[in-house]
């Protein structure tokens, strides 16, 4: 997946990460319908923090950032900031009922990035998990997002998909229209028998009897 970078100024020296302590991943949202990076950036700011608190940050279009990266982020309470990984979505799934589908996408790649890059991590959960808040958000579709990502995660020739084609793959995949095989691969490039395509067609028959 392709992770742009976001240059910020920040209010002093980030602090490296130990990834090996590393284990979770919080998901948040911004209580805020429009706020982009540079705006929550000054707001962190203002906080006296030195500056946008997320590791990462997933816009609206599906455009994954990262910020703090694999330095100590401020999404939490410390001491958890040395063990968890924060992703900042654009947003506030407290009023919005519905998630862009791109952002949804980008959501799940990230955290199949992040779980591929760091092996140690073993959860991933909203905000709430660790602290007492409506975050990420009563309709951000967290439940979702952690299965896919859990599935995709499990196909171990993803990185051989290519870009143009990872949304209708993660569309499938999610529906349970295409699985991969009993090796866990996907194999984008290898051609499919007459029996394979009736099987795919299958359950498209029966997901439309629904």
């Known amino acids: 997946m392709k992770i742009l970078k976001k240059d910020f100024k920040w209010a002093g020296p980030l602090t490296p990460l130990d990834i090996s302590k590393v284990t979770a991943v919080s998901v948040h949202h911004m209580e805020h319908v429009s706020a982009g990076m540079d705006e929550i950036h000054q707001w962190h700011l203002d906080r006296g923090w030195k500056g946008f608190a997320y590791n990462y940050w997933v816009d609206y279009h599906g455009n994954v950032w990262e910020c703090r990266g694999l330095n100590k982020g401020a999404g939490l309470y410390d001491p958890l900031n040395e063990s968890v990984i924060s992703i900042g979505f654009q947003g506030d799934y407290d009023i919005t009922k519905t998630m862009p589908e791109k952002q949804f996408y980008a959501g799940c790649e990230l955290i199949r990035h992040l779980r591929t890059i760091i092996p140690s991590i ?5 905000h709430q998990k660790w602290q007492s808040t409506s975050c990420p958000g009563k309709y951000f579709p967290i439940k979702e997002m952690i299965e896919l990502a859990e599935k995709i995660t499990n196909i171990k020739d993803y990185d051989e998909i290519s ?33 394979e395509v009736a099987v795919v067609a299958d359950r498209l028959i029966k997901m439309l009897k629904q």
């Open 163 to 195: 870009e143009w084609a990872k949304e209708s793959v993660l569309n499938v995949v999610q529906a349970g229209i295409m699985i991969g095989d009993d090796e866990g691969r996907f194999r984008p490039t290898t051609p499919m028998t007459r029996q």
């Open 122 to 126: 073993n959860e991933v959960a909203g």
